[in-house]
């Protein structure tokens, strides 16, 4: 795990910003009432913020990521890169703009002057968010509501001389504003963008590593301090609200989804309203963001005494989390880590393949919850240190319960490591964490 003293180490050496943080609403560490007038419970007044630990990403560390795109862009032989509105466009530029039926794009050409398409009517907000950035002298192509912003894409490549060149597309690019340019200018080849964009994402640096341990730690602190003040009668929403205060507590903005009984054996849930009584198994999974960095977190546990057969299904889903994080590694096929998990499921009867364990063992998280690369079946990627990963099996037993259990793992120079300490059992769910 990385360490607090590794974590400010690396902030001390990035740029100085503020963060931005939420305080608990209506109430405070002494136990104060909430806006609705209940009282925080203990276990989360007990909770201290953490709001001014993150640094921001600085302009330097952004800069540093478009040239890399652009070195990927030579080896894909891509010859531009069309950006809009979403995470990848944050991630280069630190532009935050929706999506909406006007097309909004930065366009990044393997050499020379970037430029942004967007409505002549948003130039200044759009002008006010490239200062100060790494792309403060873009050249900006404005277009009014009867015209087409698909020529002036086309006609900002020709002046690069990309006129006939290959433009990656980002994968969230809307297929209307793809296919726009494709019209307007007929000689480009529209190719994926995916290459540029996840190689860039999907391989973190120290300070981005730095940002997940800190939401890992304190999506986890959420988690124990809700858990601790758990009673019988509260619903669903009553525990999730517990996991927000506990995030917002802490001064960010975070949250999970809860399922209650048989229905923790839908690995997404179900909207049926549910109440938590003695003897009943909770399924809950969540995260919150630090900088724009994702945790994603799943724990299971009961309110009162398990079952016989729910500390044997949760110790053989504990084991095969372990295999999994055993198997991670560089060089690993990212297929492999899935097959590890699998069969410590399989081998205990709850197979074969699909059958209980009904997903994948992990996805790629960074900026989104849900990011390239995968552990799945087939993936040969060959897995790299600073990847990073959820390392999530399941059991999930149709009319009874399921379990899961997540955490963050990240590829280190000779295996792999997870951001937050495993829950150790069905009784005892955080152990003596922190």
């Known amino acids: 795990m990385i360490t607090r003293r590794h974590f400010l180490g690396v902030s001390s050496l990035a740029a100085a910003g503020a963060a931005t943080s939420c305080q608990a609403p209506g109430g405070g560490v002494d136990g104060s009432p909430t ?15 953490r709001a001014n630990e993150p640094v921001p990403i600085s302009v330097a560390e952004r800069q540093a990521r478009i040239e890399k795109a652009r070195r990927l862009m030579v080896n894909q032989g891509v010859d531009a ?8 466009l944050v991630y280069f530029t630190y532009i935050r703009w929706g999506l909406s039926e006007r097309l909004f794009s930065i366009v990044i050409p393997v050499s020379g002057q970037p430029f942004l398409v967007c409505p002549a009517f948003e130039e200044d907000r759009a002008r006010e968010q490239l200062h100060g950035g790494p792309l403060e002298d873009t050249q ?6 009867h015209e087409s912003p698909y020529a002036l894409v086309g006609g900002g490549l020709r002046e690069r001389g990309l006129a006939a060149g290959r ?23 529209l190719t994926s963008g995916t290459p540029v964009t996840a190689g860039c994402r999907g391989v973190k640096d120290e300070h981005e590593l730095a940002l997940m341990q800190l939401a890992s730690e304190v999506t986890l602190a959420a988690y124990k301090a809700a858990y601790e003040a758990l009673e019988p009668g509260m619903t669903q929403g009553d525990f999730r609200n517990l996991v927000s205060l506990g995030h917002s507590q802490q001064g960010f903005s975070g949250g999970a989804g809860v399922q209650v009984g048989q229905y923790s054996a839908l690995p997404h849930g179900s909207v049926t309203p549910q109440v938590i009584e003695e003897g009943s198994i909770l399924l809950i999974d969540g995260g919150c963001g630090v900088e724009g960095y994702r ?8 309110l009162g005494e398990p079952t016989d057969k729910m500390r ?50 992990g996805h790629g998280i960074g900026m989104d919850g849900h990011e390239w690369p995968y552990l799945v079946k087939g993936n040969t990627l060959l897995l790299e240190p600073g990847m990073t990963f959820s390392d999530e099996p399941g059991i999930y037993i149709p009319g009874e319960f399921g379990v899961r259990l997540e955490d963050d793992m990240y590829i280190t120079e000779d295996g792999a490591a997870l951001f937050t300490p495993q829950s150790p059992s069905i009784d005892d769910p955080f152990g003596n964490w922190p």
Do not use: C, N
Request: hydrophobic letters at 45%; zero cysteines; charged letters at 20%.
């Open 81 to 88: 890169l069309m950006l809009t509105g979403g995470t990848s």
């Open 312 to 361: 044997q299904v949760f110790d053989i889903e504990l084991q095969a989390q372990s295999a999994a994080l055993a198997a991670a590694g560089p060089g690993v096929e990212a297929q492999a880590v899935d097959a590890a998990a699998r069969r410590v499921i399989e081998e205990a009867g709850y197979g074969p393949e699909y059958t209980f364990f009904t997903h994948r063992v």
């Open 295 to 302: 945790s994603d977190i799943s724990r299971t546990f009961l």
């Open 35 to 49: 806006a609705d007038g209940s009282e925080i419970p203990a276990s989360i007044a007990a909770l201290s913020s």
């Open 140 to 145: 900006v192509l404005t277009w009014h509501e």
């Open 167 to 189: 433009l990656g597309i980002e994968e969230t690019v809307r297929f209307v504003f793809s296919d726009g340019v494709a019209k307007a200018a007929p000689a480009l080849t």
